[in-house]
Nanobody, 127 residues
Framework: QVQLVESGGRLAQAGASLTLSCAAS????????MAWFRQAPGKEREFVAH????????YYSDSVKGRFTISRDNADNAVYLRMNSLKPDDTANYYC????????????????????WGQGTQVTVSS
């Protein structure tokens, strides 16, 4: 079993950049497909980005494509989300998720595809 801890969330101005980190303990991250989801108050948790265990395949939601980049460093047992050109609509609690399954583009977008979740880190973007 893997434990996930997100960090890096903070208050930022629109147009700024921010990098979130997801650190793993308990198991090596290299065997897991990983993803970032986010949840704004009163809304359902939504898919942001996914990266395969090898780091060679990535998927993004349309709302962040071209602005956000997911990456991983299996040696450091961590996954990152680089967020550029932040918008107020990006305000949410951001969650890291992991699965041993190898996910298709469609499956990667579903919360139920993932077995392990962190507690989240809050990102607030002011206009």
């Amino acid at each position: 079993q893997v434990q996930l801890v997100e960090s890096g969330g903070r208050l930022a101005q629109a147009g700024a950049s921010l990098t979130l980190s997801c650190a793993a303990s308990g198991r090596t991250l290299s065997i897991y497909d990983m993803a970032w989801f986010r949840q704004a108050p009163g809304k359902e948790r939504e898919f942001v980005a996914h990266i395969s265990w090898s780091g060679t395949i990535t998927y993004y939601s349309d709302s962040v494509k071209g602005r956000f980049t997911i990456s991983r460093d299996n040696a450091d047992n961590a996954v990152y989300l680089r967020m550029n050109s932040l918008k107020p609509d990006d305000t949410a609690n951001y969650y890291c998720a992991a699965t041993r399954s190898r996910l298709s583009a469609a499956a990667a977008r579903n919360t139920w595809s993932y077995d392990y979740w962190g507690q989240g880190t809050q990102v607030t973007v002011s206009s």
